[in-house]
Nanobody
Framework: VQLQAYGGGLVEPGGSLQLSCAAH????????VAWFRQAPGKERESVSC????????FYSDAAKGRCTVSRDIAKTTVTLQMNSVKPEDTAVYYC??????????????????WGHGTQVTVSS
């Protein structure tokens, strides 16, 4: 499975942006899809996940209330909508797919296909 993440860029604090993840070579509906991010000098962290069971969604504390993850109707793309962005949201954002158990859905080790990442920079 090849994943393509797109939609990153430069956005002002308080603004919004939408990241998308598309898969080539397999059907995203078969997998849980997660968004992770890694800021310079920091470890990779989970942002949000959508399970392959009932499309249940999960958010990190930093993302709750500001982000929404969703699959499109055809389940070929997963989108992360980010609102009220902050400078601390600046990072490279990665989408990843896997079949984790729900209790480990936010664990990066549970995902075995990763996209190359898209840079998000929040700055005025």
């Amino acid at each position: 499975v090849q994943l393509q993440a797109y939609g990153g860029g430069l956005v002002e604090p308080g603004g919004s942006l939408q990241l998308s993840c598309a898969a080539h070579g397999d059907n995203l509906a078969l997998y849980a899809v997660a968004w992770f991010r890694q800021a310079p000098g920091k470890e990779r962290e989970s942002v949000s996940c959508v399970s392959r069971v009932d499309d249940a969604t999960f958010y990190s504390d930093a993302a709750k209330g500001r982000c929404t993850v969703s699959r499109d109707i055809a389940k070929t793309t997963v989108t992360l909508q980010m609102n009220s962005v902050k400078p601390e949201d600046t990072a490279v954002y990665y989408c990843a797919v896997g079949r984790p158990i729900l209790s480990a859905i936010t664990h990066a080790s549970m995902y075995y296909y990763w996209g190359h990442g898209t840079q998000v920079t929040v700055s005025s």
